[in-house]
C-alpha cells in the first residue's frame, strides 16, 4: 500500500481532527491542541462545547471550499463526513477514477487545501476580533462623515504606523474644528493595520460637571497625576494610583516600552501645567505611540510632530454647509453667504444651520454678529436663548453625566415626565447641542460636544 507524503503540523492536526468528526470525546482531546483551528467558532459562540465548535467550524471551511475547490470537497466529505474507507471512494471513482496510490496523494492534497483555507478563516476572524476590541476601547464617533481632512487623516494614519517617525503626535486647532474627530477618524483608519498594537487607550482630560448649583470638580484642569492614574487604570494596573508620580511613570513604562500600545489624550490644553506633561510622555513612548488633541501649541521636541487643523476651504466649506442644510432640513441656506459670515469652523456652521431651521434668518446672522468667530461662544448664547426651562434642564443633567445620559437616567435626574423629555430633547437635537448615538448595548445615548460643555461653564453660569 502506498503512503501519502509527509504533512506539516497545523495539517496534521486538522487531518486528526477529520478522522475523528464522529467521536466527541477524542474530537475534544485533538481539540484541546489545536484550539488556533477553531477560534473564529469559538468567539462566535463561546457556549459551544468544542466537539460542536469544531464540526460547526469545519462545516463552514468546506462549504467555502466548495465554491473553488469542488473535487476536493467532495473528497473530504465522502472520506470524513460520510466516513467511507478509500477502497469505498476509489471503488465507487469519488471523485474521479484512479488508483489508492493518486487518491492518497490527492486526499492529502485536499487536506492541505482544507487546511489553508481554514487558516485564512482565522486570521480574519482574529483580525476582525482584533480590531472589534480596539475600536471598543473608542469613545462614540460624534460625527457621521468629515469633509476636507483626507489628506490629513492618510498622514496621521501614516505616522502611527511608522515606527521611524514621532512617537508623539498631536493634532493642533481652534475650538470646534474638528479635532477629537479627526484623531477618532485617524485611529480607526489606523487599527485594521495595527496587528501588533497591544491595546488602545482614550483619555479625555475633562474632570468637571456642572449642575444648576454650579461648578463640581477641579475647576476644568486636570492634575498629571489623575492623568497617569486614568491610564493607569485603562491598563489595569491598579498599583499606580497609590504611588507619586515620578514612580507612576515608571511603572507604567514597563507595558508600554515593552509592547506597542496607541494612548490617544483629548482635550489637553484641560491638564494643569501639560506642557510638563510631555518629558513624562517621552520616557513611555516607544514602541507606544501618543496622539494628543490641543488648542494650544506642545513644546518643540525632537521626538514631538504637530499636525495644524485649520479650516476649511470655501469649497469644501460649501458642501459640508449644504450637507448639513440637508440632515437639518434647513431650507434657503445660502451657503455661500453662510460661508462669508462664519467662514470654515465646522462647529459654527452646523450651530448656525440649526438655527436656520427654526429661527428667522435676519435673528440667527444678527445673533451671530454680535460674537467674535472663530470664539463659537455667542453662536452658543444664541441657541442658549431658544431654549425652554426644561430643555436647559436637561443639558444640565447631561453635563453633569460626563457629556453623555441614556433616556432612563435623564428621567430620574430631571424628575419630569416622558413627554416632556422627549420635547426637551427635541429641542436640543434641533439645535445641535446635543446628538442621539448608540452605545454597545445599542442603548439610545444623548451626548453634547465638549464645546457646549465649555459654553455652559464659562458662559451660563457667569449670567447666574
Known amino acids: 500500500m502506498a503512503f501519502p507524503p509527509p504533512l506539516d503540523a497545523a495539517t496534521k492536526q486538522v487531518h486528526s481532527l477529520l478522522n475523528n468528526l ?66 469505498q471512494m476509489v471503488t465507487s471513482q469519488r471523485p474521479l477514477a484512479q488508483s489508492e496510490r493518486s487518491f492518497y496523494n490527492q486526499q492529502n492534497a485536499a487536506i492541505v487545501r482544507f487546511t489553508q483555507q481554514l487558516l485564512q478563516a482565522e486570521s480574519e476572524a482574529r483580525q476582525l476580533d482584533h480590531v472589534n476590541r480596539l475600536s471598543a476601547r473608542l469613545p462614540l464617533a460624534s460625527y457621521a462623515q468629515l469633509f476636507g481632512v483626507e489628506n490629513i487623516v492618510n498622514t496621521l494614519v501614516d505616522q502611527l504606523a511608522d515606527a521611524a517617525q514621532h512617537q508623539i503626535l498631536c493634532i493642533k486647532g481652534i475650538g470646534g474644528i474638528g479635532k477629537t474627530a479627526l484623531a477618532d477618524q485617524a485611529v480607526r483608519r489606523f487599527i485594521p493595520q495595527a496587528t501588533s498594537l497591544r491595546n488602545l487607550v482614550w483619555i479625555t482630560a475633562k474632570q468637571t460637571y456642572l449642575t444648576e448649583a454650579g461648578i463640581h470638580g477641579q475647576g476644568g484642569q486636570v492634575r498629571l497625576e489623575q492623568l497617569f492614574d486614568e491610564l493607569g487604570s485603562k491598563l489595569e494596573l491598579a498599583e499606580v494610583l497609590r504611588l507619586p508620580l515620578a514612580q507612576k511613570v515608571e511603572k507604567l513604562a514597563t507595558p508600554l516600552r515593552a509592547e506597542p500600545h496607541l494612548v490617544v489624550i483629548d482635550n489637553l490644553e484641560t491638564v494643569e501645567d501639560f506642557r510638563s506633561l510631555t518629558p513624562l510622555l517621552i520616557q513611555l513612548a516607544g514602541p507606544t505611540k501618543f496622539l494628543l ?172
Open 22 to 87: 464522529h467521536n466527541p470525546l477524542r474530537l475534544v482531546k485533538y481539540g484541546a491542541d489545536a484550539a488556533m483551528l477553531v477560534a473564529s467558532a469559538s468567539m462566535q459562540h463561546p457556549d459551544w462545547t468544542l466537539d460542536r465548535t469544531i464540526c460547526h467550524q469545519f462545516d463552514l471551511i468546506l462549504k467555502q471550499l466548495r465554491q473553488v475547490e469542488p473535487t476536493y470537497a467532495d473528497l473530504l466529505h465522502g472520506r470524513f463526513w460520510e466516513r467511507q474507507n478509500v477502497t
Open 293 to 464: 488633541t490641543s488648542r494650544q501649541t506642545l513644546p518643540a521636541l525632537k521626538r514631538v510632530g504637530t499636525v495644524e487643523l485649520g479650516e476649511m476651504s470655501r469649497a469644501v466649506a460649501i458642501r459640508f454647509i449644504e450637507h448639513t442644510a440637508r440632515a437639518k432640513n434647513a431650507r434657503l441656506v445660502d451657503a455661500e453667504r453662510l460661508y462669508d459670515l462664519v467662514g470654515g469652523n465646522p462647529l459654527a456652521i452646523v450651530l448656525v444651520v440649526s438655527q436656520l431651521a427654526v429661527a428667522p434668518e435676519r435673528v440667527v446672522y444678527e445673533g451671530v454678529r454680535l460674537g467674535n468667530l472663530p470664539d463659537t461662544l455667542p453662536i452658543y448664547r444664541e441657541a442658549w436663548r431658544m431654549l425652554d426651562d426644561v430643555a436647559r434642564n436637561v443639558l444640565f443633567a447631561i453635563q453633569r453625566a460626563g457629556d453623555q445620559a441614556d433616556w432612563h437616567w435623564l428621567v430620574t435626574i430631571c424628575a419630569i415626565p416622558a413627554p416632556s423629555l422627549q420635547s426637551a430633547i427635541q429641542q436640543l437635537l434641533a439645535l445641535s447641542l446635543i446628538q442621539v448615538q448608540q452605545d454597545e448595548k445599542d442603548r439610545r445615548i444623548y451626548a453634547i460636544h465638549r464645546l457646549t460643555s465649555t459654553f455652559l461653564c464659562a458662559e451660563v453660569l457667569a449670567w447666574k
